[in-house]
């Protein structure tokens, strides 16, 4: 697969916000898989860790905005203390998250919610969850 000029603007543009927003160099990443291993959400998650890691190594906006993973991310941080380079994986997590809810895109629509759903739910998970998932 070859990149065109186009595609590769945009992957070193979306590479530059992704590490203005963690502050992390996703190009450390050896793929060690260390990060899955530890990673209680993996199961939920239609790709691992380290492989979001390499799809962002890569600039690969499409596939990485069609993936769970980020969404599905604990931010418990088991991944970032036994990483071998020191990576903060969820903070790039957290600034995948934050490039999608930039576009104004919601993961989950409040409005959409049952209000007997929201009548059971305590508030502050709401308010939790709401900050996480919608702009």
Known sequence: MT????????????FEKLKELSGENVKLCMQCATCTGMCPMAAEMDH????IMHLAQFGLVDMLSAS????????CHACTVKCPRGIDIAK???ALRQQVLRKSKNYIEPSALPAE???ELPQIALVAGFRKLTS
């Open 117 to 119: 759903r929201i009548e």
């Open 48 to 51: 691992s860790p380290r492989k």
């Open 92 to 94: 790039v997590m957290e």
């Open 68 to 75: 769970n993973t980020f969404w599905k991310c604990a931010s």
């Open 3 to 14: 990149l065109t000029i186009t595609d590769q603007a945009i992957a070193l543009k979306f």
